[in-house]
């Protein structure tokens, strides 16, 4: 049994740290927040893979996990389908995955309100440095896992040149409740993933469950993320201060958000996106935005010192392979250690197993993202990039491989 640190108690790191106490090791999470965090993360498509991963830790719950599509429409700006697919897939949310993660791991191993700080390491063990209300503790492992998202302060330590990339937009995204929508919006998109692609532009959407993971008809939600340009500079700076003029540049918390760009996004949506997805605009609480990064590592392993989910690779949310990649990490991860003990050469094997998966995840993800900023608008051009945006975004690569251009890339490289 190995004494194994994980920092970070999101999905990644709960994937992770369940996966490694039921192979019987002396498991223990750090979690900076305090408090529950279940009102974060919105709606997540889910792939087989995820539903792997989860098998894996005996939690069965393909038949509670989310809302069952039947398959994806195209609305135009007039609101009528241009493109109907048949494409079954289920959609869940963050907070559904968290309950059945958090559930599953022992409370007393879940320790939140502390904050990694730093970390050092010799040929025998691994010290994480940690603050909890202002105190000073330390950790003491054979291994440590940092899942601590995409400004992970274990991976700037380790491999400070690996920095997040700005890909020039932003996606505004929200969860809308079944029961305030029109007859309209019900009957022609709220049972399907939908899309409407204006000129350098995309929202996407799809039911989740709704409050208390729901998944009745007329308790259920709509998510949505619309993808916007925005060059970097003073328009960003704008978006992401609050109403109150503080500044977040890493990111506004959702409630911060200012109501007078909450309403410029409503108005846009009036002008730009079909009716339904303008009234799911209109009739969001509280709309909130997050600016789009790539983050590509070269190394995720350093000795003792592991790093994955989002700390080490961030794919643009095109490809909706965030928490499945997380859940791919751990389970490499586990599988590696079980073969060769809590050593520096098992985190070696994970490396070699996932470094060009998150690589190729990247660019998929880049790919399917630099439609967006095309600048080709012939109609031609224009019908072309909406039906793959159609086809190929969010698609489990295992089930609906075959529709993937992508693979023409994948063997190029
Ligand atoms: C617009 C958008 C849409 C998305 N859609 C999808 C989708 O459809 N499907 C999908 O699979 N994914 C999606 N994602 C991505 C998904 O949210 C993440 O990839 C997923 O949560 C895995 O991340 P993680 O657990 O590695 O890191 P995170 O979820 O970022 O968690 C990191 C954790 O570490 C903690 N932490 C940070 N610093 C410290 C520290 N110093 N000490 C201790 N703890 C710390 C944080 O509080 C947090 O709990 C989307 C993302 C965006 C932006």
């Known amino acids: 049994m190995a004494r194994i640190l ?39 498509v889910s792939h087989d893979a995820l539903v792997n991963a989860l098998e894996l830790l005996d939690l069965d719950v393909q038949s509670t996990l989310g809302v069952l599509v039947p398959g994806r429409v195209l609305l135009d700006g007039s609101g009528n389908a241009s493109q109907k697919l048949e494409m079954p897939q289920v959609l869940t949310s963050w907070s559904r995955l968290y309950q059945i993660l958090l559930d599953s791991f022992p409370t007393d191993r ?146 911060k958000v200012s109501w007078r760009q909450i309403a410029k996004a409503r108005e846009d949506a009036r002008h730009l996106l079909s009716p339904q997805f303008a009234e799911i605009l209109e009739k969001t609480a509280q709309p909130f935005l997050q600016p789009i990064y790539d983050l590509a590592s070269d190394q995720v392993v350093s000795g003792r010192i592991a790093i994955m989910g989002d700390a080490a690779f961030v794919a643009r949310p095109h490809i909706g392979m965030g928490v499945t990649k997380a859940a791919e990490d751990a389970a490499a991860i586990s599988d590696s250690i079980r073969l060769h003990g809590a050593s520096s050469q098992a985190l070696l094997a994970y490396s070699d197993q996932r470094l060009r998966a998150g690589q190729l995840a990247i660019q998929r993800a880049r790919w399917l993202g630099d439609y967006i900023k095309s600048a080709d608008s012939s109609s031609q051009a224009i019908s072309h990039r909406q039906h793959l945006m159609v086809s190929e975004t969010a698609i489990d690569l295992g089930r609906y491989g075959h529709l993937s251009t992508f693979k023409e890339i994948q063997l190029s490289l």
Request: glycine residues 12%; aromatic residues 10%; hydrophobic residues 35%.
């Open 6 to 44: 994980v920092a970070g108690g999101s999905l990644g790191g709960l994937f992770v740290a369940n996966m490694l106490l039921r192979d019987g090791h002396d498991v223990r999470v750090l979690e900076k927040v305090k408090g529950s965090m279940n009102g974060r993360g919105a709606g997540i």
């Open 110 to 255: 879940y320790l939140q309100g502390v904050a990694v700080q730093r970390v050092e390491q010799d040929e025998s063990e691994v010290r994480v440095f940690a603050l909890k209300e202002n105190v000073e503790l330390t950790f003491e492992a054979d291994l440590l896992i940092a899942s601590d998202g995409i400004r992970s302060s274990i991976r700037q330590q380790v491999f400070p040149n690996t920095q997040p990339n700005y890909a020039g937009y932003i996606a505004w995204r929200g969860v809308c409740e079944e029961s305030l929508l029109s007859d309209f919006t019900l009957n022609s998109l709220f049972d399907y993933f939908g899309f409407c692609v204006p000129a350098d532009e995309q929202i996407i959407g799809y039911p989740v469950a709704g409050p208390n993971n729901d998944t009745r008809r007329g308790q259920r939600a709509y998510n949505f993320v619309w993808y916007r340009p925005m060059p970097y500079g003073d328009q960003l700076g704008n978006i992401l201060t609050d109403a109150d003029g503080n500044h977040y540049p890493q990111g506004i918390p959702p409630n």
